[in-house]
């Protein structure tokens, strides 16, 4: 409301408003829609609208344009289109239902559930050695998103790192957020990894906030658009004439490639057996001579590295940069990671893929008056998995013990 009337006093015939429904409850986003529409009807104003909910759009729109991958698939009179099929038939290039449609949203459901199990993994990768919650983690992933831009507070955000070569570009910006985790290691949480768990966790809520913080000093509060690798935000053809984004397959495709990396590493190498070993039992691999501090500073790495690449892949799926756009994320890491089984890598996995593919399954399948709850429907079964299996889908060999 207050970027509405602040866009008033300039007295404009034309407002463009890019997503007005986004991220607000149903009944602020009612009032939203109320005051737009007494708007133009009261001033004469005309809207431009960018909306992801059609239910929205063809209950406040005119006219209503429907675009896919850059270009126009449909355009017609909101009143010829109120039943919604032809709006959904042109966005996703097939009818709702079809085999078309069912490959779209397995494609999509596995895309987001890889991008919740690098999430997850970064945290359960932590609290396997630390036994530590990092719930800025997800700031981290802000930190590396932001590092691509200079410092202003301009709305349309100038590239620095984010314009050199692609390759420079992720070894600079991974580079970044795993100097940041292991500095937060040697000089936060080392001092305090003797605490208990909540203890480490509250420590871990300042160190995110201070960062949030830190980024509003240094770029201003206000969203900063950003493009990069725009090619992977194009669509692809597969067969039978299903188009994909192909930042989904890359997301699929990186996700597994550093799954059977870490894999490897964890399995092959000498610290990465000690890793595992500390992930077991840490006071006992000490004694049989695993260097703690070294174990636990690789954790971080790896954690950072995970941060790092997904902060890229976020970056490149939205465009926009917010100082708190690793909160939300974060929450969803966290309940993969707690479904999953604390302490658990598989676990971690597992919870991710578990939580992306029912966030995803839900949008397709909820009526659309119902999807602004699905992340409530998430939570709600996550309830359900932790009444059921309260150590979490995957038992770690230590919480086998204690059942």
């Not at 150590?391 to 770690?396: F, P, S």
Request: hydrophobic letters at 55%.
């Amino acid at each position: 409301m207050l970027v509405i009337g602040r866009a008033l006093l300039t007295n404009p015939r034309i407002m463009t408003i890019d997503e007005p429904s986004l991220g607000l409850a149903p009944n602020l986003v009612d009032r939203v829609y109320e005051t737009l529409i007494d708007l133009r009807r009261d001033r004469g104003l005309t809207l431009l609208i960018v909306e992801q909910s059609s239910e929205r759009a063809l209950k406040a729109a005119d006219r209503l344009y429907v675009l896919r991958s850059g270009q126009m698939q449909l355009e017609g009179k909101a009143a010829d289109l109120q039943d919604g099929e032809k709006v959904r038939q042109a966005y996703f290039g097939f009818e709702e239902g079809s085999k078309h449609y069912i490959i779209q949203t397995v494609i999509s459901a596995l895309s987001v559930g890889s991008f919740y199990a690098l999430g997850a993994l970064g945290i359960g990768l932590l609290f396997s050695v630390l036994r530590l919650i990092n719930f800025a983690h997800g700031d981290f992933i802000t930190v590396g998103a932001f590092a691509l831009i200079v410092p202003s507070s301009a709305v349309v955000a100038t590239v620095a790192i984010g314009g050199l070569h692609p390759a420079i570009m992720v070894v600079l910006i991974v580079a970044i957020v795993v100097a940041l985790a292991v500095i937060s290691y040697f000089i936060v949480f080392q001092h305090s990894q003797t605490s208990s768990p909540a203890t480490m966790m509250i420590v871990s809520f300042a160190l995110g906030y201070t960062l949030q913080n830190i980024i509003v000093m240094i770029y201003g509060g206000r969203p900063k658009a950003v493009n990069i690798f725009p090619s992977l935000t194009g669509q692809v053809q597969l067969s039978d004439g299903v188009s994909v984004q192909i930042l989904q397959l890359v997301i699929i495709a990186l996700t597994w490639i550093l799954l059977i990396a870490l894999v490897l590493f964890l399995k092959r190498t000498r610290v990465g057996i000690q890793m595992r070993a500390a992930a077991e039992d840490f006071r006992m691999a000490r004694m049989l001579g695993v260097n703690g501090k070294n174990v636990i500073a690789l954790a971080f790495i790896l954690s950072g590295g995970l941060a790092g690449i997904m902060s890229l892949l976020f970056v490149t799926q939205t465009g926009v940069l917010t100082f708190r756009m690793g909160v939300p994320i974060m929450l969803f890491f966290f309940i993969a990671t707690v479904i999953g089984g604390m302490g658990s890598l598989v676990g971690a996995v597992v919870g991710g893929y578990s939580v992306g593919i029912v966030s995803v399954v839900l949008s397709a399948i909820l009526p659309e008056e119902l999807r602004g709850f699905r992340d409530a429907c998430v939570f709600i079964l996550v309830i359900v998995i932790l009444l059921v299996r309260p150590q979490g889908i995957v038992l770690t060999k230590a919480a086998k013990e204690r059942v």
